[in-house]
């Protein structure tokens, strides 16, 4: 990789950055979407990120490191028996997709959490 391929990143994620706030701060709020929220809702909002964003969290760093162990053992029985590396190497991507598959599983759930709540109807009035 040669050396300036960062600035491009950086100056690219600047770009993004300075494109996204200008098109979201364009955004209008008018007196007809306020709503009225019950005692308690905002503590219950603040409860739901937290609890969405570090099982997401939690959930990551699982799959990141089971997917280390799992890469590291095949690598390493490959290398004792080169002869069924295409069968080991087909059984790692299938145990690879299904840890992934878990994690994916957790960002849906802290999705539904952050943006489409069951429970708001209890604290929206």
């Known amino acids: 990789m040669k050396k300036g391929y960062w600035i491009y990143g950086f100056f690219g994620s600047l770009i993004v950055v300075s494109i996204s706030s200008l098109v979201f701060g364009a955004a209008e709020s008018t007196a007809a979407t306020a709503v009225t929220l019950a005692p308690g809702a905002a503590d219950f909002f603040t409860k739901s990120v937290v609890v969405a964003s ?4 939690i959930v990551a760093v699982a799959g990141a490191l089971s ?3 799992s890469i590291r053992k095949a690598l390493e029985g490959i290398a004792r028996q080169p002869e ?3 069968q080991l190497q087909l059984s790692m ?3 690879l997709a299904f840890i992934e598959s878990l994690v994916l599983y957790v960002l ?3 999705i539904i959490l952050l943006f ?3 429970f ?3 604290f929206i009035q």
Do not use: D, E, H
């Not at 570090?54 to 969290?57: A, I, Q, R, T």
């Open 54 to 57: 570090s099982g997401l969290v």
């Open 67 to 69: 997917q280390m162990f």
């Open 84 to 86: 069924a590396g295409a």
């Open 93 to 95: 991507i299938i145990g």
């Open 108 to 110: 849906f759930i802290s």
């Open 116 to 118: 489409a709540n069951p």
């Open 120 to 122: 708001t109807k209890y």
